[in-house]
């Protein structure tokens, strides 16, 4: 928004409003754990090559096409996936066919309809002013990346979308977090524009033909959460703000939701432009995360040994 002379702060208690403004948004948004990282510092596997991945906003691993980073762009781009590897070369790009993209800002992994097959799930769920009365999430079963020439990128179209309409229970929300649990199929949305992120659920069998009411289920411990991933096990949760990052483990018993109830481990994360993606990867051992922006970085965070977790506890003398 562009301010004209007369909406400018005309005063230092304006001005010391507005800082204190981003200080309160920069500490609700700062996760606060009880436990130490459990991976390393970020290192930089590759730049994004493609021109057209100007603002990359949601990214998931593959767990079909060996090495592959799904990956979208942000709003206006146009409804497209990339599959991309972990150096940043876009080995192929595909149309989602029947879909729109008016604000996707989130993609994952999970099942759906037919056993044995994965299934990619797009979140058209930014609303920045909260006006929509139902968010769309894409589901459409994973393509299987061909082989390619050198120096090409394989165009393709996916298989047809369907698409979920989901409202929540309480009016319009804007969200960039979309979770799938690959054990029970619930679908999760988490909101960003809250001091408290709202974890909001939707149980399997998901109607393609009535809009599904979503029902909310927790809140974060923090807020403004701008993505996440749940491990291929179902085991782990991460979950991203711009300057932090936190990792929930599922409980023993109960559903996955729970685990945002309980204290979390805050992991690293490297300093991007913009950075919103997050994703494990296929086999769990380590993480990546990239920013929007043109030709970003991508860091691939590894897991570490157990022996080499530093102790949450001082040592006994």
Not at 102 to 126: F, N, S, T
Not at 132 to 156: C, D, F, Q, S
Not at 219 to 226: D, H, K
Request: charged share 20%; net charge neutral.
């Amino acid at each position: 928004m562009i301010q004209t002379p007369a909406e400018k702060p005309s005063s230092i208690s304006s001005l010391l409003r507005s800082v204190a403004c981003c200080v309160v948004l920069h500490a609700v948004s700062t996760p606060v754990s009880a436990k130490q990282t459990e991976f390393a510092q970020g290192v930089c596997t590759g730049h994004i090559s493609s021109a057209k991945l100007r603002e990359t906003s949601g990214m998931v691993a593959s767990r079909q096409n060996a090495g592959i980073l799904w990956m979208h762009n942000d709003s206006g781009a146009g409804a497209e996936l990339f599959a991309v590897t972990e150096s940043g070369e876009t080995v192929a790009s595909y149309r989602v066919t029947g879909a729109s993209a008016r604000d996707w800002e989130d993609i994952a992994l999970g099942p759906g309809p037919e056993a044995g097959q994965d299934y990619l799930y797009i979140g058209d769920i930014g609303d920045n002013g909260a006006k929509r009365p139902y968010v769309v999430l894409y589901r459409v079963p994973e393509p299987r990346v061909g082989h390619k020439n050198k120096n090409t990128t394989v165009i393709a179209r996916t298989s047809p979308a369907q698409a979920l309409r989901l409202s929540y229970p309480d009016g319009p929300h804007d969200a960039e977090t979309l979770l799938v649990d690959p054990l029970s199929g619930d679908l999760y949305i988490i909101t960003k524009r809250d001091l408290f992120s709202r974890v909001y659920r939707a149980s399997p069998p998901h109607s393609t033909t009535e809009r599904i009411l979503l029902e909310q289920v927790a809140l974060m411990p923090w807020g403004f959460a701008v993505g996440g991933d749940i491990s291929a096990d179902g085991q782990l949760i991460l979950i991203r703000g711009y300057s932090s990052a936190s990792m929930f483990k599922r409980p023993a018993k109960g559903p996955l939701w729970q685990a945002f109830l309980e204290p979390s481990t805050l992991v690293p994360l490297r300093q991007e432009r913009q950075g919103e993606a997050i994703c494990f990867n296929a086999q769990g051992t380590g993480y990546y995360t990239t920013s929007e922006g043109k030709n970003q970085p991508i860091y691939f965070y590894r897991r570490t040994p157990p022996s080499s977790h530093p102790s949450s506890h001082p040592p006994t003398p």
